[in-house]
């Protein structure tokens, strides 16, 4: 699992992108969870798509592959929704 918290944004996404991409090179499924997130502008939804994509790779190559977002607050919710990303990564309960 992935904690995310406080503001993802132009300073902080590389570094969230760098964590997920480690855990998603090291695991099959790579829990998201934006449950502390406070606020996300376009770095967020754009890590959040190569992180998708970088799964999708993996799903490919046979060897598995999934992202899954948890704890997601409503600023962050709403903008995924806007952005249609809210259909393209899985939801965990």
């Known amino acids: 699992m992935v904690r995310a918290g406080g503001e993802i944004d132009l300073p902080t996404a590389p570094r969230l992108l760098h964590r997920l991409a480690v855990a998603l090179e090291a695991h099959r499924e790579v829990v998201l969870d934006l ?15 190569q992180a998708r994509n970088q799964a999708a790779r993996h799903q490919a190559d046979q060897c598995g592959g999934r992202l899954v977002r ?9 903008l995924l929704k806007l952005t249609g990303l809210s259909r393209r990564l899985s939801a965990s309960l």
Request: positive net charge.
């Open 35 to 49: 449950s502390e997130v406070t606020f996300m502008d376009c770095s967020g939804l754009g890590l959040l798509v």
């Open 70 to 78: 948890r704890g997601v607050g409503r600023p962050v919710a709403r």
